[in-house]
């Protein structure tokens, strides 16, 4: 790393005074090469390490830029003494579901780590270029764009002896070299200087040697929640368990045998406790091959997705009596002979033969939340096994704790194979889930919005009217009387089914948005068209500079660049919205979706003010008569987000999206800027403050 002097620091330290308070960045990189011994014609790696701020996110590498989010990227300046080879490899990164883009996305915490292969074509390489990067927060819905110029020097070249053949160089050590950045900053400009202890932390992860392709994936330190949801879910489905044809008539049985045995509490809880240890040990298994590499493969290869799809409709299939899942019963019978041999061995044999007879109806539940927990993380499949293997062992441990308890317990009937069947339909819900990323992933375009949406629509339909006893499966017995529940329940069900019905027409069903295929693949949507009548002054508008590139959400009318919109705002007589936006922005979209469409905040925004949504991470470059040097950072802005960016940060003091200023026909601000904010009664009342503000500016 470069030492920055003490009078540097002073000077740096003066002129932050005024924006350190506002600029942003939240990942450190450090650039290094895997050795300093190079021969011409050797292949060798460049090393990109960031020191993440705790409670933020980099988005990885390996992100279709078609998405939404920006990847990061590294940019060479071209040079005939080195080429590049392949692409930029991210090593370890984790990966999510995220609703607002409807996709699964790769992305770092704390750390990361990309590489990147160069080949050495001469004595003296020159190694320069830009990295652009990505980072959110967990916890304010913030995103930051960030950009770092880098230099290599260093490396020690030698000309390659005459007959000896091409080699690549081996990445043995890592040699840290100096990162140079023509500011402390971003493309946008931040004056953030790096904080020791991230300093430290880079220097430590520089000088440590690389033995793996794919270290150890560390837990989602901002993911407790989501784990925890998880965990509940697996505990409700050990519960569905329970009452299935298979288990719910052994627990009595079960019991009572416990309460005639001597220490027979102590059995009990034996028996409860190896329970939670088979299926717990299962979940081991399952963590130790649900590394980064295959869940990767996962989530973006077509077999995986189309044999999760196979494996769940066939359960339901199972569920719905069209055959059974069964463990062949030579097995059964030989786990079952170990458990009369007494004692305390003989119990846990006990609880494994429970585990292996109930196969057939408790194998698609546990299967479908090991499948669910298949993400590239070590902790989640335990945890969901746990759960599960613990609403599935209570109850066997508590009445036999308290046998007074049975007496309550309801008797076996025909509403256990109603469950079952329940459940069945359920599977082949969400089985679609898994066929839908396939076909979203390699644009079949089987399974479209609509398409999809018809599916459940029918399946959930048919629930409903099974629930009525209008339908009856081969293992159901006559209904002559609906209960209560079955009546309660088929209600939801159709109101659910009532509640789709409106997407078959672009409806966004926004409860839906993680389980539907992208609104992007509705080939018939009147929502967009319906919902957003032009306003005022819509036949007024000039031509849209950038209006090839960009769309407003909702059928709104607006500009691209500042000073376009502020020329219309003079002739309009309006006050300017200014959307400070990226095409990486998911919190940007979420308010889009939420807080725009809400109709106090679209009546104002189409006819109070004229917007301009400024994208700052858009790598569109600029006529070159159109390039400037930032007064900031003096850098020369060449790209559309370069220049947006320094207009956020020149202008309003502040580096972070989503960012919305309400300004006059000068660009002045009008009242105090806002962000990230879901409650759509606090944005329209900023939107009226701005109006009353630009209104007594006039007078």
């Not at 960045?25 to 701020?53: C, M, P, Q, Y």
């Not at 770092?108 to 270029?129: H, Y």
């Not at 309009?572 to 998911?586: A, E, L, N, R, S």
Request: hydrophobic residues 45%.
């Amino acid at each position: 790393m470069r030492v920055i002097r003490p009078y540097i620091f002073f000077l740096l330290f003066l002129s932050s005074l005024n924006v350190s308070a506002q600029f942003q960045k939240h990942a450190n990189f450090e650039v290094s090469a895997s050795t300093k011994e190079v021969l011409i014609g050797d292949e060798i790696e460049i090393v990109l390490r960031a020191v993440i701020d705790r409670d933020w996110y980099l988005y990885s590498s390996d992100i279709d830029p078609d998405l939404g989010p920006t990847p990061t990227s590294i940019t060479f300046e071209p040079h005939p003494s080195f080429e590049v080879v392949g692409k930029l490899v991210p090593i370890g990164a984790q990966k999510k579901y995220d609703k607002i883009w409807e996709a699964d996305i790769t992305y770092f915490e704390n750390r990361a780590t990309f590489r990147q292969k160069i080949k050495i074509l001469d004595k003296n390489p020159v190694i320069q270029g830009e990295i652009d990067f990505l980072t959110c927060s967990n916890v304010s819905g913030l995103c930051v764009p960030g950009n770092d110029e880098f230099l290599i020097s260093g490396l020690n070249v030698q000309e390659k002896p005459k007959g000896s053949t091409v080699t690549e160089t081996t990445p043995s050590t890592t040699t840290s070299i100096s990162l140079e950045t023509a500011s402390p900053s971003n493309d946008s400009g931040e004056g953030v200087i790096e904080s020791d202890e991230n300093k430290e932390a880079v220097a430590a992860d520089t000088n440590t040697v690389i033995q793996e392709d794919f270290p150890m994936v560390t837990e989602q330190s901002g993911s407790d929640s989501s784990l925890w949801a998880f965990a509940l879910a697996a505990f409700l489905a050990g519960l569905a368990a329970l009452l299935t044809p298979c288990v719910f008539p052994v627990i009595p049985m079960t019991v009572t045998y416990f309460t005639k045995q001597e220490n027979g509490r102590k059995k009990a809880l034996v028996y409860g406790a190896s329970i939670i240890l088979i299926y717990t040990f299962i979940g081991v298994i399952v963590s130790r091959i649900n590394g980064p590499a295959f869940a990767n493969f996962l989530s973006t290869h077509w077999i995986p997705n189309v044999l999760f799809f196979l494996i769940f409709f066939m359960f339901g299939l199972a569920f719905l009596g069209m055959f059974e899942i069964v463990i062949p019963s030579s097995l059964i019978n030989k786990i079952d002979s170990k458990a009369d041999q007494g004692g305390l061995t003989g119990v846990f044999f006990m609880a494994f033969t429970l585990v292996l007879v109930s196969f057939s109806c408790t194998g698609p539940i546990a299967g479908s939340i090991l499948v669910a927990s298949a993400g590239g993380q070590v902790i989640k499949p335990i945890v969901g096994m746990i759960a599960y293997s613990a609403a599935f062992a209570i109850p066997f441990t508590l009445f036999a704790l308290f046998p007074g308890w049975l007496k309550s317990l309801p008797k076996s009937g025909g509403w256990l194979n109603t469950v079952k069947v329940v459940l069945g339909f359920l599977e082949l819900a969400l089985a679609l889930k898994f066929l839908s990323i396939a076909d979203q992933v390699y644009h079949w375009r089987i399974l479209d919005r609509e398409i999809y949406l018809a599916f459940w629509i029918v399946i959930f339909s048919f629930l409903g009217f099974y629930l009525l006893g209008k339908i009856r499966t081969p293992h159901d017995s006559p209904i002559e009387k609906l209960s209560v529940p079955r009546i309660l329940l088929s209600i939801v069900t159709f109101t659910f089914v009532v509640y789709m019905i409106p997407g078959m027409w672009g409806a966004p069903l926004k409860a839906l948005a993680g389980y539907l295929p992208p609104q992007t693949t509705q080939d018939f949507d009147l929502y967009t068209a319906s919902t957003v009548a032009p306003t005022k002054d819509a036949t007024d508008l000039t031509t849209v500079k950038y209006g090839d590139l960009f769309k407003l959400p909702h059928g709104l009318n607006g500009f691209f660049e500042l000073e376009q919109a502020l020329e219309h705002g003079k002739k309009t007589g309006k006050p300017i919205f200014i959307d400070f936006t990226g095409h990486g922005c998911v919190n940007c979209r979420e308010m889009e979706a939420r807080v725009w469409s809400h109709p106090d905040v679209l009546s104002r925004l189409q006819n109070d003010y004229v917007i301009v949504a400024l994208y700052v991470d858009d790598k569109t470059r600029l006529p070159e008569s159109e390039w400037y040097t930032s007064s900031f950072d003096n850098r020369v802005k060449k790209t559309i987000g370069a220049r947006n960016a320094d207009i956020q940060i020149v202008r309003y003091n502040n580096n972070a999206q989503p960012y919305y200023c309400l300004v006059d026909h000068d660009g002045s601000l009008l009242v105090p800027p806002t962000h990230y904010d879901l409650n759509p009664q606090n944005f329209a009342a900023f939107l009226d403050r701005g109006k009353v503000a630009f209104e007594n500016k006039k007078r």
